[in-house]
Structures are given as C-alpha cells and as structure tokens.
C-alpha cells in the first residue's frame, strides 16, 4: 500500500485521467540514458558516503576522460552533460565539464542546445569568467528563426547573463516585445524584468516600452511586465501613480472573472496576478489619500469574492488585508480586514494561524485592540509546540510591549531564548530583550538579572551595542541619584557572585562588561575591600578560557582599583606575571600600572572614583609635543603634514584630479597642520568616554534590602525569581492593588500556571490580563483592576538620552581610553586653554567675514534683527568696530569713507534683501584706492571692486581684470554696472562669481589698470579670499522635503563638536549655524535639530544636530561627496570660537 | 517577491533538484542545504509548513517521499508559495502521468525543463497550465523517441534500494 502512497502525489485527485503512452522496460533504454540509470542506481545502492564518494570519483574521471575525447558526438556530449549534473546536484565539483555545457550550447542540435543551457544555467553564476563564451550563442539564437531557439535562449538570458554583455542583446530582445508569439513577448519583457534588476540604468530608455507590454493583449505577457512594475513602483512609488487607474481595472477584470479560464488555478481566477496587483496597489496607496480612494472598491471586492475555502483564497486575503492596512486608511475596508484577521488567527490550520499571526504584528501597532481581541489565542500560541509558531508569538508580544508587561513578555522570550540553538535567531531575539529590558525595566534587580541572562547567552554573537549601551546606562545614569547608586551596587554584588561560582564560564563580552563595572563600581561595595575583588579579578586573569582582549579588560579594572587599595601582594603578582606576556598591549598596561603604583598620589588624580562620565580635558592640540617639535624642526626634520594634505601633494603629483582642495585652508585659518578636523573630532571623542577627570564627592551607599538570587547552578532566571518571591513576599492576591508588583506577581502566576494545568483555563486568562495590560481600554483588563502606569525606571537623563544612538563610542574605547589617557592628563588644562584662545585670536582675524556676516545674514533668517533699511549704517558701523585692524581707511579717507556709506546704501537699495560684507580695501597707491565688497545673491556671488580717486580726480581708462581661477566660473556683470558716482571718482566692477568645485577657501586675484588724466598707466594688483561660505545658501525646505532627500543622499559625514554649555547649546547652536553659515533651520525637536543649505548653484546639503552630554553630534549628508566634509569643517571653526566672539 | 532557491529532496536527504535564483557560492550552497534538509526533516507532519532561517522564510511541503522546499524574502506571501510548489507539483505530474519519486531521479532535467517554463529568475512566469506544457510538449516534440523511465514494473526491486 506505501507504495502506491509512495508513488502517487497525495493532494492530486483528477489529475490521473490522462493515462501514459505506456512506459517501456528498463532494457529497451538507449545506453545513453542507461548509463545515467546505472549511475543512479549505483549511487542509490552503496551503504556508505565513502563508497558513494569512490563510486563518483570514478564516474567523474570516466566522464572527463570522454568529454575531452575528440570522438566524443554531441549526443554522447549531452548524455555526458546530464550526468554532470547528476554529479554537481551530489556536491561533487565537475568544473572541467563548464566549458563542455557552453559548447554544446552552441554547437548542439535543438536537443542537446537545450541541455547544453540547461547545464549552463545549472553550473554558472552570474560573474563566472566562461559565461562570456555564451553571449555569441545568445545572440546568434536570438536571431534564429526557430522559436524554440529564441525561447532557450530567452530563457538563459532570463537566469543568468555577464552584466557587461548586456548591450550585445539587448536591441535584439526589444525587438522581440514585438514579436507575434505571445510566449516570446513574455519572455522578452522577463529577460528585460533580469536586466532591470542587474543593470537599471542600462534599460531606463524603454521603459516605454513596459507600458505597452501591460496593455498586452495577451494576459500572460501583462503579467509579466507586472515584475517590473512592482519593482519599479517599490523604488519609487511616485513616478507612476497615473498607472493606479489601469492596475485597479486590470484587478477588477480578474476579480470578475474576466479572464481565460486556462488562468484559473482551483477555480480562482489568476491567483498570482491578483497578489501581485494587489502588492502594486499597496505600494501606490501608502499615504496618498487620494491614490487610495482609487482602489477602495476594487479591495472591497477582492475581500468579498475570496471566500471559497481554499488556500489560495487565504493568500489573496492576506494580501488584501496587507493592502488595506498600508494604504492611506478607510474605516469601513479596515473592519473587513480585521474580520479577516480574525479569521486567519482562529482557524484550525496551523499554516493560516502562522499567517494571523504574521497579519496581528503587522497592524498591531495601527490597531492594538486587534490583539486584545485575539489575547487568548495568543496566549495559546505562545506555548504552541511548533516554535515557528511561539516565535512570531513573540515578535507579536515584542510590539505591544509596555512597562506593565514587560516581565511577563521578556520571560517568555528568555524561555525560548534558552531553548533555541540558531545563532540568527539568538542575536535577534537578544536584541530585542536587551532593548525591551533597557526601555521599560521594572526595577534594578529585574534589570540587571535580565541583562546578564542576555549576556550569558548572547555572548559573543550580540550586536556590540548591546554591552555599549548597557555600559553608557550604568556610567551615565538616570534621573534619580539614588537608584543609580542602587542599581550599580546591585550589578557588582551579582556580578561578584556570578564569579565565585565555580566551573562555570561566562562569554568574553560578558567577562568585559564584569570587568569594566567591577574596576569602576567596587567601591559601592561595603564589605568586601577591593584587595578581595581584585583576588577575583586575578583568578580570572590566570584562567586559560580567557582571551587577551578580555585580560586587557581585567588588568584595566585591577588598575583602577589598585588605586583604591592598599599595598596589595596580588597587585605585586599581577604585575610580575604579565610584564613579560608576549602580547604588547596586555604588556603596556601592566607596566602603565606598575610605574602607577610607584606614585600614589598621581595614581589617585588619575584614576578618581566614579568619574567614568567626566568630561575628559584632553589637548587636541598636542601643544605639550612643542618644544618636541621644535627641537625636532631644528634639526632638520620636515615639518608634520596631515593626512589630507599628503594625499592632496600626491594627487597633485600625480596629475590626477584633485576631489580634495583643502589646500590653502589651514594655513589661512589660523589652525596649525597638526588641528586638522580629524584631530578635533578624536579629541571630543576621547572626552566623551573617558574617566579621569576632576574630582567629587561620592554618595555614601545603602545596603540593606540587598539579597544573593544566585543559585549555584549559574543564571536561572525563572528559578531566581521565584526564589526571590517566595523569599521576599507572599504572593500576591490577583486583586492586589496595582504597583511595582504586578509584573512579580504576573511572572509568578505564569509559573503557577505551568505547575497547575487543572486551573489552565483561569491561569491563561491570568497571564493574558498580565500580558495585554495597557493596550487598549481599561474594560478589558479588568482582573487586574485598574492598570497604573509604572514610570519608566531608568529614564535617562536627558543628556544622556541623545548620546545613546550617535557617536557610538566602542566599549573597548571605555577602558582603553581610560589608560592611554594616562600620558595626557600630565599636560592638561593650562595648555589646553592658551591653544584654545591661541586658536580664537587666529581665528578672529583671519576670517574676516564673520561678524559681518553673522549680522546681515540675521536679517533674512532671524526675526528679531533689524529692518533691512537699517542695514548698511548698522553692517558698516559693525564692520568698522570689529576689524579696524584690517579695514584701515587710507589717510585721507575721511571724505571718502562718508562716499563709501553713501555708495553702499546705494547698492544695497538696489539689491534689497540680498547680503552684503563690509567694504574692504584690497590694494592702493597714492592716487587711488581699490576696495571690495562681497554681495551674497540668492544665485550666485557678486564682487563688486570699486576704484576710487583719493584726489577725487576724473579716473580715466580704468580697467579691472581677474585672473582666472580654477575653482571659479566668473563672469563680467557689465550690463548692471553700477552708477558712476561722484563725477567719475569711482568706477565700479562687479563680477559674479559661482563656485565650480568645492574648496574650503580660495584667493582670488587680478589687477587694476588705471590712468589719471595727466599720468600715464599704473597696474595694481590685488587679491581677496573667498570662503566656501559665500557661496552657502539657505535651503528653504519642509522637514519631510528634508527627509527624503535625507535618505536620497549617500555622502555622510559625522562629526562630534565639544561646547562649553550643552544645555541651552542646541538654540545657540543653531543660531550660531544659522547666522555663520547660512543654515536654514528646517525644524527643531527636542534636542534635535534639522538644517539645509545649498551650495550654489544647486548642489544641497543637509545638517542634522543633535545636543548630548558632552557636545554637540552634527551628521551631514550630501549630494557632492567632498561637500559634508567641508561644511563639518566649518561647523567646527564657528562652533570653536564660540557665540561671543 | 523573487524565489531566492527552491530544493527537492527525499525523505532520507537526498538531493533530488535544486534551482538557484540568487548567486551563491557552491560552499555556501552546500551549507545552506545540509542545513535546511536537516531542520525541514526534523519537523513533525503537523506543524507548520513555513520556517524562519536566517532572514529568509523557508516554505516547504512534503510530496509522498520528496520534499518540496522554496525560499522566500521576509515580507513575501507563504501562502501563495506553497501554491507555487504545489502548481509545479501538478505540472510534473500531468507531464509524466502520476509523477514519482523515481521521475524525478531519472529524468531530472526534464523536471528542471518544466521548471524553467514555470518560473524563471525565481519570478512566475506562466500561470496558465496548459501554456507550460504546450511549451514543454514544442520542445520535446523535436526528439524522436522520448526516454521516459516509468517501468515502474523492473523496478520493484530498486524502489526498496532507494528509500
């Protein structure tokens, strides 16, 4: 009976009618197709993978021998070919038969060309090298006037085609969406859909032609072009909206049953094109009202007409009910497909409950009371024996997470946590309970047993951040003083029991993070003494288990507490044992703390107790090294060049487009080589971390209360905890008045519910109550009374909140930090802030532009500056008090500066609204003088060079050239020449300058030709600086303009900037952006904030800043590549020299 | 949407087809496989006919003594993809009548022709039946005498072998 079980397929009722023309015996086989038999055959007769593997070995040298063999026929070839592949499916490697599979192809009647492809198709991938041989065949089938041919080779180039190759074929294959045969067209627009997803670009011209392939009349050709229409739309769902008419009648043809019935599949029409319209139409329907209201009847009738209980219908619901809930929301469709939600998660089939399930987590977050209705099934399915089943359970319960439930939920995904052993899933889930534990945990004994459940089994394989972040939330603390105190000192006592349990080993990461809180916490600890910690510590150091990165971890923590120590001998032999370890680095902290030890007192300034979060004052400037490097300097040794400006040397050498002009820039500006914006950014990413700076008072600790909930077994939570109830409390009444107790008391009665299954019902309800708890209206948890809102335990600070996702420091940073700081701190503060004023007194005079800039640009971007009337007395008056140093009238100016108010006034009459700098003098002799000012237009830079008599002579045959520059595009604005004034005294030029690559700043130079009446001509040159700053614009955008072309742009740039008062930094901040650089702030939130500029002529850029604890995180991202990098460059200038200067 | 590998394979793990959509490497496809023979033989008839492995979704459904296994991207439909397998299923079987285990074996690049027809890139290509076959049946129509081996009579004795 098997056997005819066996044989048959189960699920295929009527599909038998057509008898087989009747097979003939096994001895009548050519011997071709024998020797494949006799190859299986042997294969399937052999006991052992041993014998299996001679037997092939054999085969495949037989086989090689053949294929090689001149005599070999193509119809031996192809016979040879399929036992190949016989081969190759067993995992054995034929790669001496690839070239054989593409000469058969080409060479071979129709036949063996079919399984010459078929070969190809089977051996090669998409990169391989011989794939190249094929193309000619391609194309030569291509233009066969066979069809058969040109569908083979359709079908190839349908799998796999050389990237490279696709323009060799590629007019042929348009050519052949015009074909007659509709199975060629189909064919066709697949081998484009393959082309598409390969190489976008090279297809983007006949997209047209995609639009005639959906208007096919025949209906599998439409559907085929539905592939690249769903891809295409995925993409970019905006470009096609106009389509939305056409996919909603196409659904409603085959909705109706307007199709073939050979398309019909269990009497369901066109099931596959119904799923992916229906996909089509969710895409064009997310957040577009009016797309949506398109489609709505055409849903409602989908969901009505799928009711035939079959599979098939189920998967078109689903998708339905996927639609629905993505487009832009229509109460009367979304109840239908709540009902239909319904439907899947209490249907019998496991498959549709799976699917209910998948459908809850999807719409849970839009519709929670969905999976209040549904709590009962959930309940069941999170003990359901299939795991797939409990899995997207969890995934389930993972979304409605809340302070209320969180116990319960994240026991539940610890318990299945234990019981899987697949690294993906474990990494995952890990994340997620560190995540969830992190976002809503009860209280710090919960906290700090969850996470070491996490740490003991994600270990090695968890996201890094996971320890980081843990890390950061005990360094940094929260709100509340004293439950930080108590949650570090619960994490040390547990951690110290976690060690004294004999024989059991702990990941590394987890011994990191012991380590780190150890160093930096043991002296909460009031009865045990450091020496017995470091005891512990030293255990673990001469353990074999332990990797040097780990070991590195441990002697960091031991030197931190040597600090708190006595003389202790265990120091003295940690010391004698890894002073001669052969790893460097493991070395160079032993000898950082033995020569530590040696000055106690140094030892105790450097490594203070509990200042892990300080700011750390480091010199970025190195300006301690000076007397180093002059030394160095003065005997001959070249002068330290930055990275960027070796490459730039390099390329420059090379004759190679320079992409990096940073050039003049830091010479210019004030900075010396060495201050590179890099170093800047190392130097406030040191800060952030670091630990030894300042010294405070620590709060004492209380102990009380404390207990061990560590078993000898290791790290049970459930046992733990129920342990800890029984210890602390009796348990509590279900009625029990909301507190902190009701996740204990949930968690307790989810074991109560294991341990009694008479009371399985009542104890489900129980655990629902404990699990749904704060979703929806408070009706429906009801057995719990009224739910209360159990504020967040570990609300951040809000400092600190910001740090958590940005400049993510690595943990190894942590500690390291705290060591190699070691050698700065020596030289700190003093010389610290002479190099920061140094910098500041450099920086105010060699940007020049700055606070005129800050005040004119304040009257187009900031309310509360003056009325542009005011402009050009209140911008010169500023302009002369800042840079009298600069800006010094020549000697008989006196007149002429009143001319100079005059003429700016003027001009700036005339170019109302638009930005002008002071006037600056350029270059002058006796007789005239030539100043210049920058007029910041709204499409370009306007230089404007006036030459003016000193004598207030006629100036006669004036003539003003530029050199030309090759970051420039400059043009002569002759037409707008301004008026002469002064009878002639003056003569003007302006110049419009736009930027043609980026740089940071540029001179710019030329001369001046002029001629007085009575003398003959004199040339003056000149030369001005021009920043990248003048040709910053304000980009006026919406924020969720900013958030697309947020996503649309690739060139990133982060950067940390330390700032004197992070508090009140963000509006200063951003002020200071604002009126310095000529942000636009598009939006503020929180500590948030959003600005956009252009780069003329058009090229956008976009800041996001964010306020932290030590600084401020400024994340740029580009269109141009090397323009974030310029802009955090000038970020950072303003941002050093503060708002006061 | 795309299918990322579909695998058929018996009951005692054997191989019996495997058709790749994405580019692999041959170790990785070698992993992949032993893998999910092993995780798709473990489960019990009664569960569920999808599972999570790495980021994909394995949707797999037992033919008699083959295994039917496709791969899918996360937010593809797994109901729809069982249909996929059980279309193909249909086709093998209008095509050698009353499909076996053994087809397959013997004539596994017919089986791997009729696929192609069906699916292509790992996209459906043809929904229609009838269309598929009357492709396969152009094709075949150009050999002179088709080898089929459905002697199912000689080969009693082999079936035994081969389960």
Redesign the interface.
């Known amino acids: 009976m098997s056997?005819i079980?066996?044989?048959?397929?189960?699920?295929?009722p009527g599909?038998?009618l057509?008898?087989?023309p009747?097979?003939?015996?096994?001895?009548a086989?050519?011997p071709f197709?024998s020797r494949?038999?006799g190859l299986?055959?042997g294969v399937?007769?052999l006991s052992s993978k041993h014998e299996e593997e001679k037997l092939i070995q054999q085969e495949l040298s037989s086989l090689k021998a053949t294929v090689s063999a001149p005599t070999t026929t193509l119809k031996m070839m192809k016979e040879c070919m399929?036992r190949l592949?016989?081969c190759e499916?067993?995992?054995y490697?034929a790669s001496f038969g690839y070239i054989h599979a593409i000469k058969l192809a080409q060479q071979g009647n129709?036949?063996e060309k079919?399984?010459g492809y078929?070969a190809v198709?089977?051996f090669l991938?998409?990169?391989h090298e011989l794939l190249l041989l094929l193309v000619n065949t391609v194309v030569k089938d291509l233009q066969s006037t066979n069809?058969?041919e040109v569908?083979?080779a359709l079908?190839i180039v349908?799998?796999i085609f050389p990237r490279e190759m696709i323009p060799a074929v590629l007019p042929l294959i348009e050519d052949k969406l015009q074909h007659s045969k509709e199975?060629i067209r189909?064919?066709a627009v697949?081998a484009l859909?393959?082309f598409h997803?390969i190489a976008p670009n090279q297809v983007q011209h006949i997209h047209i032609k995609f639009r005639k392939a959906l208007c096919d009349r025949d209906?599998?050709v439409m559907?085929?072009s539905l592939?690249i229409y769903?891809r295409m739309i995925k993409e970019n769902s905006s470009g096609y909206k106009d389509l939305t008419g056409s996919f909603v009648t196409i659904l409603k043809q085959v909705v109706g049953g307007k199709l073939?019935v050979?398309?019909n599949?269990h009497s369901v029409p066109?099931?596959?094109?119904q799923?992916?319209l229906l996909?089509i139409l969710g895409l064009l329907g997310k957040d577009d009202q009016r797309t949506s209201e398109l489609m709505y009847d055409v849903l409602d009738e989908s969901l009505r007409r799928a009711e035939l209980n079959h599979?098939?219908t189920?998967?078109i619901l689903?998708?339905c009910v996927h639609t629905v809930y993505s487009i832009y929301p229509k109460s009367e469709l979304l109840e239908k497909a709540a009902k239909c939600i319904g439907k899947f998660v209490l249907s019998p089939k496991?498959?549709?409950?799976?699917?209910g399930l998948k459908a809850l987590t999807c719409v849970v977050q839009q519709d929670p009371s969905l999976a209040l209705q549904h709590q009962m099934t959930i309940i069941e399915c999170l003990d359901h024996?299939?795991p797939?089943?409990k899995?997207e359970t969890l995934e389930l319960l993972y979304r409605i997470t809340n302070s209320q439930n969180v116990t319960v939920i994240v026991q539940k995904m610890l318990e299945y946590l234990h019981q899987s052993k697949e690294e993906?899933?474990i990494v995952n889930l890990v994340g997620k309970i560190a995540e969830l534990a992190e976002k809503y945990a009860p209280d710090n004994v919960w906290f700090i047993q969850t996470m070491n459940a996490v740490f003991s089994v994600g270990g090695d394989v968890m996201h890094p951040d996971i320890p980081s972040n843990f890390l950061r939330l005990l360094a940094e603390g929260f709100d509340d003083e004293m439950e930080e105190q108590q949650l570090r000192l619960y994490a040390v006592q547990s951690y110290l029991s976690l060690l004294d349990m004999e024989n059991v080993f702990y990941p590394q990461k987890f011994l990191q993070v012991m380590s780190w809180v150890l160093g930096e916490y043991s002296y909460l600890l009031d009865t045990e003494k450091p020496e017995d910690v470091i005891k512990r510590l030293y255990k673990l150091l001469m353990s074999d288990s332990i990797s040097s990165e780990t070991k590195a971890w441990l002697i960091a923590a031991v030197t931190k507490l040597t600090a708190q120590a006595q003389a202790s001998d265990t120091v003295e032999r940690v010391i004698q044992e890894f002073t001669v370890s052969l790893d460097t680095c493991i070395r160079q902290h032993t000898f950082e703390l033995k020569h530590l030890r040696e000055n106690v007192e140094v030892m105790k300034s450097l490594l203070p107790v509990n200042k892990s979060c300080e700011d750390m004052v480091v010199d970025a400037s190195l300006s301690f090294l000076d007397g180093y490097v002059a030394e160095g300097l003065s005997q001959g040794a070249a002068p330290y060049k930055p990275h960027h400006q070796r490459q730039e040397e390099k390329l420059s050498q090379e004759k190679v487009l320079n992409f990096e002009p940073y050039g003049l820039s830091f010479s210019s500006s004030g900075f010396t080589g060495r201050q590179s914006p890099a170093g800047i950014s190392l130097g406030s990413d040191i800060s952030g971390n670091s630990a030894e700076a300042g010294l405070k008072e620590t709060n004492s600790l209380k102990l009380e209360g404390v207990k061990k909930l560590w078993g000898k077994e290791g790290y049970l939570p459930q046992k733990e905890s129920a342990a800890g109830d029984g210890a602390e409390a009796p348990p509590l009444p279900p009625e029990v008045s909301p507190s902190e107790n009701i996740d204990q008391a949930a968690a307790k009665r989810t074991q109560a519910q294991v341990l009694a299954p008479s009371k399985e019902e009542k104890e489900k309800q129980l655990l629902a109550s404990s699990l749904f708890v704060g979703l929806g209206s408070e009706s429906t948890v009801s057995l719990l009374g009224k739910p209360d809102v159990i504020s967040h335990k570990f609300r951040r600070k809000s400092k600190v909140k910001a740090a958590k996702s940005g400049e993510a420091a690595s943990t190894h940073n942590l500690t390291c930090s705290s060591l190699n700081s070691l050698s700065h701190v020596a030289y700190e503060e003093n010389d610290y802030l002479t190099a920061l004023q140094d910098g500041e007194d450099t920086e105010s005079k060699d940007l020049p532009l700055g606070p005129e800039l800050s005040d004119s640009e304040s009257l187009s971007e900031l309310p509360l500056a003056e009325k542009v009337s005011d402009c050009s007395l209140s911008a010169l008056s500023l302009f002369a008090d800042s840079d009298m140093e600069i800006f010094q009238p020549p000697s008989s100016a006196a007149a002429s500066l009143t001319r100079d108010i005059a003429s700016a006034s003027c001009f700036l009459e005339e170019t109302a609204g638009d930005m002008c700098s002071g006037r600056m003098e350029v270059c002058s002799d006796e007789t005239v003088s030539v100043s210049s000012y920058k007029l910041w237009k709204d499409d370009c830079l306007l230089m404007v060079w006036s030459v003016t008599s000193k004598s207030g002579s006629q100036l006669k045959g004036a003539d003003l050239d530029i050199f030309p520059a090759q970051n420039f595009k400059i043009s002569e604005q002759r037409g707008c020449c301004l008026p002469v004034m002064e009878a002639g005294s003056t003569k003007n030029f302006q110049y419009s300058l736009q930027m043609e690559k980026p740089f940071t700043e540029e001179n710019l130079s030329g001369f001046v030709n002029y001629q007085m009446v009575d003398t003959h001509s004199v040339q003056l040159e000149f030369s001005v600086n021009l920043s990248l700053l003048d040709f910053i614009r304000p980009l006026k955008i919406s924020t969720e303009d900013f958030g697309k072309l947020w996503l649309s742009f690739a060139n990133d740039v982060k950067q940390n900037i330390k700032i004197s008062e992070p508090q009140a930094a963000l509006p200063s901040a951003l002020k200071m952006l604002q009126q310095k650089l000529r942000l636009h702030v598009v939006d503020i939130q929180g500590n948030e904030g959003l600005l956009a500029c252009r780069l003329l002529p058009s090229t956008s850029s976009l800041l996001h800043c964010r306020v932290h604890a030590d600084g401020l995180a400024l994340w740029f991202r580009s269109s141009c590549p090397a323009l974030p990098d310029y802009l955090s460059y000038q970020c950072q200038k303003v941002m050093m020299v503060g708002p006061g200067i | 949407m795309a299918m990322q590998f579909m695998l058929l394979f018996s009951r005692q793990g054997k191989l019996r087809l495997q058709k790749w959509y994405v580019p692999l490497s041959d170790k990785e496809k070698k992993k992949i496989t032993r893998e999910l023979v092993q995780t798709v033989l473990a489960r019990k008839p009664k569960m569920c006919s999808f599972l999570e492995w790495r980021d994909l979704k394995i949707v797999y459904k037992r033919y008699a003594s083959l295994y039917f296994c496709c791969a899918i991207e996360d937010q593809d439909n797994e109901l729809i993809t069982l249909e996929i397998i059980h279309r193909y299923v249909e086709l093998l079987d209008k095509y050698f009548g009353s499909v076996c285990e053994l087809d397959i074996i013997f004539n596994f690049e017919k089986a791997y022709f009729i696929l192609d027809e069906f699916l292509l890139g790992g996209e459906v290509q043809e929904t229609s039946k009838k269309n598929v076959l009357k492709a396969i049946e152009q094709a075949d129509l150009l050999q002179e005498n088709r080898i089929r081996i459905t002697a199912r009579v000689s080969m009693g004795g082999l079936r035994k072998n081969l389960y």
């Not at chain 1, 066996?6 to 699920?11: G, K, P, V």
């Not at chain 1, 009747?22 to 001895?27: K, M, N, R, V």
């Open positions: 056997d079980v066996e044989r048959t397929l189960t699920a295929l599909l038998f057509q008898s087989q009747g097979g003939g015996p096994a001895a086989k050519t197709s494949l038999g299986v055959r399937t007769a399929v592949m016989y499916m067993l995992g490697d129709l036949l079919r399984v078929l198709s089977l991938h998409e990169s069809l058969v569908c083979m079908t349908s799998q199975i189909r064919k697949l859909y393959k997803l209906v599998g559907a085929a592939h769903l073939p050979d398309f599949y066109a099931p596959w094109l799923i992916q996909r599979n098939v189920y998967a689903f998708e496991i498959n549709l409950k799976y699917l024996p299939d797939i089943i899995r993906y899933i």
